[in-house]
């Protein structure tokens, strides 16, 4: 148990790129793929979710609010495990855990993980493949998520986002399997430090089938160019996320 909880009641759900109930989307998981989407530091469970149509049909897409309120400045907004900020409201760009295992980010995909055990049990026959996406603070959960249960997730797509620090035990099981991994971003990214792009980079490909884009220009965002590149590679990956 990581000590942190996802609501239930604060998951917002699409079905065929529209917005759909809990209950329908459920049913719907019998026979589709789930998308499970994941919003970045300060932003909320309705966010991801607008991207629903322009991506592949055949998915269930679930948005979940992170476990934990984003502090002061932020207003009405969650976080998947604290950030340390300096000047400007920028990351600080040293300040990261020494071990994966037991960090903020390893509780937050924990309790990810016991969000989708729970929703498995609720589906009739179980989950199908499951795709991961995130956006920033969303792109290491991503990233987490992969890396506490290899076998689990056909995909991850890692938006201006990056890798926890540190190593973990299953590593090594993730370097056999290389899931497919995309990840998008700005050179000229002003949020996410150079350490922490440096650890993804030489990560990434590491333990997983890397596909990289840059997208200059987009700073810390996600560009309609980026989403059609993330439309083809979930197509690509999944089986049926292109039947409606």
Request: hydrophobic share 45%.
């Amino acid at each position: 148990m990581s000590g942190m909880w996802i609501d239930d009641d604060s998951v917002r759900w699409a079905l065929a790129g529209r917005p759909a109930t809990a209950e329908e989307a459920i049913a719907a998981l019998r026979d589709h793929p789930l998308l499970l989407l994941m919003h970045g530091y300060g932003s909320f469970e309705g966010d991801l979710i607008e991207l629903a149509p322009q991506l592949p049909g055949g998915f269930v897409c679930a948005s979940p609010r992170a476990p934990l309120v984003a502090p002061p400045p932020v207003v009405n907004g969650y976080a998947w495990f604290p950030i340390p900020f300096g000047p400007y409201l920028l990351p600080l760009p040293h300040v990261a855990p020494a071990e994966f295992v037991g960090s903020e980010p390893h509780r937050a995909a924990i309790a990810a993980l016991e969000w989708i055990d729970a929703l498995d049990a609720r589906v009739e026959g179980g989950l199908r493949e499951i795709a991961l996406m995130g956006f920033s603070q969303g792109g290491a959960m991503v990233t987490s998520l992969l890396r506490l249960r290899p076998e689990r997730f056909a995909c991850g797509v890692n938006c201006s986002g990056f890798v926890a620090p540190g190593a973990h035990a299953d590593d090594e099981r993730l370097a056999a399997r290389r899931p497919p991994l995309f990840w998008g971003r700005d050179t000229a990214d002003p949020i996410v430090s150079e350490q922490r792009v440096a650890f993804t980079a030489a990560w990434s490909p590491a333990h997983t089938e890397l596909e990289a884009r840059l997208y200059p220009g987009i700073a810390h965002s996600i560009s309609a160019e980026e989403v059609a590149d993330i439309a083809a590679f979930l197509t690509r990956h999944v089986d049926g996320a292109a039947r409606q």
